[in-house]
């Protein structure tokens, strides 16, 4: 049995880049890959709060990303989620929520097919779910499963590596 999906850091990274898109248009998109693809020093600087990123805000202040924006600079006014004296992009948790939820979403649901598909198929059922990869260093999707498990009686383990 192989039930699958498409839900790792990477679509995290493509809800980043909707969330910009959708906030500040081509003066987000009209910028060279080198400044904003992977790789770049701006997405590096996600990565980080990525794995750091909590169900629970650890404080009310924003995650800031360094990213000039030129298109922005002569912009009169403030612009909601960019400081253009310090050229920074602001995230706030409900932000980073919008980056994470619906990959989360997708693993919760891959992981009740499977747990489903199982039980019809009349196996034992399942009592351990071991999070490993990339994406199950994050501790908000293990907040999240650990939260889906624990509803079903479930055991969640990480590797200490995290796989």
């Known amino acids: 049995m192989r039930l699958g999906g498409k839900c790792g850091g990477t679509y995290i990274d493509r809800n980043l880049y909707k969330l910009l898109r959708e906030r500040f248009g081509s ?7 080198e400044r904003i693809g992977p ?12 794995k750091n990123f909590r169900s629970e805000a650890a404080s009310k202040k924003p995650v800031k990303l360094r990213l000039v924006m030129p298109q922005l600079s ?8 960019y400081d253009k004296r310090w050229s920074e992009v602001f995230l706030t948790h409900d932000d980073m929520k919008r980056c994470f939820d619906p990959v989360v979403d997708k693993v919760l ?6 747990v489903t598909a199982v039980r ?22 293990r ?3 650990f939260e889906w498990t624990k509803e079903r009686n479930i055991r969640l383990t990480t590797p200490w590596t995290g796989g």
């Open 27 to 33: 003066a987000f998109t009209s910028l060279p890959l």
């Open 39 to 50: 790789g770049s020093e701006f997405m590096q600087t996600f990565e980080s709060k990525k």
């Open 74 to 81: 002569n912009t009169p006014g403030e612009i909601r989620g």
């Open 109 to 114: 649901e891959l992981v009740e097919s499977q």
């Open 120 to 141: 019809r198929e009349g196996k034992p059922l399942v009592e351990t779910i071991i999070l490993v990869g990339g994406l199950g260093e994050s501790p908000y999707l």
């Open 143 to 145: 907040d999240k499963l």
